[in-house]
Nanobody, 125 residues
Framework: QVQLVESGGGLVQPGGSLRLSCAAS????????IAWFRQAPGKEREGVSC????????YYISSVKGRFTISRDNAKNTVYLQMNSLRPEDTAVYYC??????????????????WGQGTQVTVSA
């Protein structure tokens, strides 16, 4: 059974950091492009960052560039999103998603076949 499980969300003050994890089971993560999306209340789900199946291509939206880092540990079948210098506008439910042989990766939602259940990130004083 293919499954993606996010963890690591929580409440953090502005300027703080969190590391999200996306653990895959039922398939080999190294064959898949992985992306992080987020959805704030009343807003559409937006792509934040992705990493290609080869790991050689990474992409970030401009609002998180320089603050967020996506990485993958194929041995652990896990992808991470390190989030630093968090801002209140980063508050959202964060989802990871996967599609096979994505190289380079894309932030187009329609490409992604598998989704996790999401983890809440709240940035507030």
């Amino acid at each position: 059974q293919v499954q993606l499980v996010e963890s690591g969300g929580g409440l953090v003050q502005p300027g703080g950091s969190l590391r999200l994890s996306c653990a895959a089971s039922g398939f080999t993560l190294s064959h898949y492009a992985i992306a992080w999306f987020r959805q704030a209340p009343g807003k559409e789900r937006e792509g934040v960052s992705c990493t290609s199946s080869s790991g050689g291509n990474r992409y970030y939206i401009s609002s998180v560039k320089g603050r967020f880092t996506i990485s993958r540990d194929n041995a652990k079948n896990t992808v991470y999103l390190q989030m630093n210098s968090l801002r209140p506008e980063d508050t959202a439910v964060y989802y990871c998603a996967a599609y096979v042989l994505g190289n380079p990766c894309t932030l187009s939602r329609s490409e992604y076949d598998y989704w996790g259940q999401g983890t809440q990130v709240t940035v507030s004083a």
